[in-house]
Structures are given as structure tokens and as C-alpha cells.
């Protein structure tokens, strides 16, 4: 995995200002708290996560797309933890998107008395509390699956945030430089080898999109 992909986040400390603004906003619709804070914990975050989504790992490019946060538990099933710093992360907007209201938790009515904070409490991974690289494995720096063995984590997350989408593949290409017509000789020599069922899909997937491509 690159070294760009893998950083594992120590949660943003509130400061007295963003305590009194969580507090007054505790009651206000998600869309129009918490600015100060948001803008606060946005900015500790880029930082933390190399600029990058906490579920994909591509670049955040700030100059062309909005960071934003998403909740890892549900902020309308689990509203008590929605301005909790351990339960947002930097997303990109279609992965903030992709989860919607799914279930995250391992043991969710043990989850509403006070919020899960080790990594066996969540199915999905947890970017303060596990090693996203112990769960998910690439291959030629496009192919995205869960690593064999270690339970349902990383197939939980790649299908919570929808992560074999083709303009993924296309972003993680371009980052690496990749050359379109190499990519495309090496994915059809990988598709006469013994692969998974959900790495052939994504072969497939991808070089017949290979033409729409912007890359090297």
C-alpha cells in the first residue's frame, strides 16, 4: 500500500470556544451548527489525514471540491455523538454520501449508553482506532479488495462507501502516474490469472472505461 495511505488519526481536542459553540448549537440542525468548530476540526483533520478521505485515502483537492465531515455512526440514529470528534472524519462528498444511515456499530444498543471506543466495537474500519492497511489491499495501485483473514471490516467498508467506483480507480491511476494503455495490458494479463470474483468485476469494470480516462 503507499505510504500516502496510511495514517491512523489521534481525535481533535475542543477548545473552550468550540466547547461553548457544541453546547449552544447542541439543538440546531447539523447543516447550520457548528461553524466555528466544523471549520476548527476540518482544518485539524486535513492535517491528520494527509489531506486525504479517511475512506478512500484519495486526495481532498480543497481549490475544487468541499471536505466534509463524515459521521463513522450515524448522526440521526446516534444524535448524542454527532459533534463527538472520535465519530467524524475527513471524507470526500461521494464517500459522506455512500453510508447513509447504515449501522456501524458491533453491539448498537450497547452503543446508546456511551460511545464504543475500541476497534472491535465497529464492522467497519475505524480510523482512530484501527490500521487501515490491516484490512484493505491494492493491486497495480487501482485494484481495491479486503484483505483475506481478517474478518468483515474491510468488505464492510468497501460496500458502506461504495470504494471499487470506477472514478476511484481513475483518481488512484492519475496519482500514481499510471500510463492508461500499460494499466490496460497488465489488468488483461491479471484476468487470465486466479483472481477473486469481486477483483475480476473491477478489471472488467475498469478497462472498459479506460477510454474515458484522463490520466498519463
Known amino acids: 500500500m ?3 495511505y496510511i495514517f491512523k488519526i489521534k481525535p481533535y481536542s475542543p ?8 453546547a449552544r448549537d447542541s439543538d440546531t440542525e447539523w447543516d447550520s451548527a457548528y461553524k466555528s468548530y466544523k471549520k476548527n476540526l476540518k482544518n ?7 489531506g486525504r478521505c479517511a475512506l478512500c485515502r484519495c486526495k481532498i483537492h480543497r481549490g ?3 471536505i466534509t465531515l463524515e459521521h463513522i455512526a450515524s448522526k440521526n440514529k446516534y444524535k448524542q455523538y454527532r459533534a463527538l470528534p472520535e465519530n467524524l472524519v475527513n471524507a470526500c462528498t461521494i464517500c459522506n454520501s455512500s453510508k447513509k444511515d447504515k449501522e456501524t456499530f458491533s453491539n448498537p444498543s450497547k ?14 474500519i ?12 491494492f493491486f497495480d495501485d487501482v485494484l481495491i479488495q479486503a484483505k483475506p483473514g481478517t474478518g468483515d471490516k ?35 494479463e491479471k484476468l487470465r490469472t486466479d483472481l477473486s470474483t469481486d477483483i475480476k468485476k473491477q478489471i472488467e ?12
Open 111 to 124: 452503543a446508546k449508553t456511551s460511545f464504543p471506543n475500541k476497534s472491535e466495537d465497529f464492522i467497519i
Open 205 to 216: 469494470d475498469i478497462i472498459n472505461d479506460l477510454p474515458n480516462w484522463v490520466c498519463s
Open 15 to 22: 477548545s473552550e470556544e468550540d466547547k461553548a459553540e457544541i
Open 154 to 188: 474491510g468488505k464492510n467498508t468497501i460496500e458502506f462507501y461504495n470504494l471499487t467506483r470506477l472514478n476511484l480507480a481513475e483518481e488512484r491511476a492519475s496519482e500514481c502516474m499510471l500510463n492508461t494503455k500499460n494499466l490496460r495490458h497488465q489488468l488483461m
Open 2 to 4: 503507499r505510504s500516502e
Open 126 to 137: 475505524n480510523p482512530y482506532y484501527d490500521n487501515y492497511e490491516d484490512y484493505i489491499e
Open 44 to 50: 485539524y483533520l486535513h492535517k491528520h489525514q494527509n
Open 64 to 66: 475544487t471540491q468541499y
